[in-house]
């Protein structure tokens, strides 16, 4: 059985970005404490936490004694939590990827200037909560298609953007519905100045970038193994994308998840995951899945 890893898998820049930073803070001997998970990865995290790193959540923020240092992970923070911080004494260390900083900027100059701010993305999500404060959340969250029918009222100018981490095909859908509605709005209008709409495809380009290879990859392999945490926004669009090229792909987070059986028959093995994914995990899976194939053979050979 040949094994392999996707290469074009592992850290975004963005993610690696950010590991850097803690690992930094925390080779200098500062107690590090991250504000939510660092990443979507549990193997990470504990990694991560080995190394001295703690995880919080919003509530606990409030108790920690002045001079904490708070790491700000990729994912972004709204302006709430800076004062707080400024208000607590308490020392950020700011990770936010730099798409999810310009993304904030942009959502900020569009609200200031009296548009109507939709967003593609899930509304609970860490990016998307911080998009939401940058416009005092007053903005129309939405995640498909229907929701995008039901919930956006096209009355006023409006642009549409992106959580970075969201599928590039359902956000054109979302966005061809609209400019159409605006379309026929204006058409029909009676007004002198009618409704203008923009769209900002602010999906990162390394996540919508790796559709096409990963696609390739999975359907050239018999079997396919995606690991990512179960709460990774990205992993789940590009588990889709795999499971659509390759029907026999399985979610995974470790490897005590494997089933020796999927491989049966198998000559071609595949491994895949998320931008947030470690290829030391990714890696550790294809040993597992080797040592698997060994057994088998040598329990062949035997007979």
């Not at 404060?133 to 969250?141: Q, Y």
């Amino acid at each position: 059985m040949n094994v392999r890893i996707d290469p074009t898998a592992g850290f975004c820049w963005g993610v690696v970005r950010t590991i850097d930073i803690a690992e930094d803070e925390l080779r200098g001997g500062s107690d590090l404490v991250s504000l939510g998970d660092i990443i979507h990865n549990p193997k990470e995290i504990e990694r991560m936490e080995s190394l001295g790193m703690k995880t919080i959540d919003h509530a606990e923020i409030e108790r920690l004694p002045d001079g904490t240092k708070v790491l700000i992970r990729a994912h972004g923070e709204p302006a709430s939590t800076y004062r707080l911080a400024r208000e607590k004494g308490i020392e950020l260390i700011d990770a936010t990827c730099p798409i999810v900083t310009k993304l904030q900027e942009r959502v900020r100059k569009y609200y200031d200037d009296g548009w109507q701010i939709v967003i593609f993305g899930k509304k609970e999500h860490a990016e998307v909560i911080g998009l939401r404060g940058v416009c005092n959340d007053e903005c129309v969250v939405i995640k498909t298609l229907d929701e995008a029918r039901e919930q956006v009222t096209l009355d006023r100018r409006t642009v549409l953007f992106s959580q970075t981490t969201m599928d590039k095909a359902s956000f054109h859908a979302v966005r061809d519905y609209l400019r159409e509605r605006v379309v026929e709005f204006q058409e029909g209008s009676m007004e002198e100045i009618a409704t203008d709409f923009h769209a900002k495809d602010t999906i990162c380009g390394q996540v919508s970038g790796r559709d096409k290879k990963l696609r390739a990859f999975a359907a050239d392999n018999d079997v396919m193994v995606f690991v990512a945490g179960r709460k990774s926004s990205n992993g789940k669009v590009l588990f889709g994308i795999c499971s659509d090229a390759n029907p026999r792909t399985h979610f995974i987070e470790d490897v005590d998840e494997i089933d020796p059986q999927w491989f049966e028959g198998a000559e071609r093995v595949g491994i895949s995951g998320a931008t947030s994914t470690p290829h030391w995990l990714m890696q550790n899976v294809k040993e597992y899945i080797e040592r698997i194939a060994t057994h088998k053979s040598m329990q062949v050979s035997q007979n």
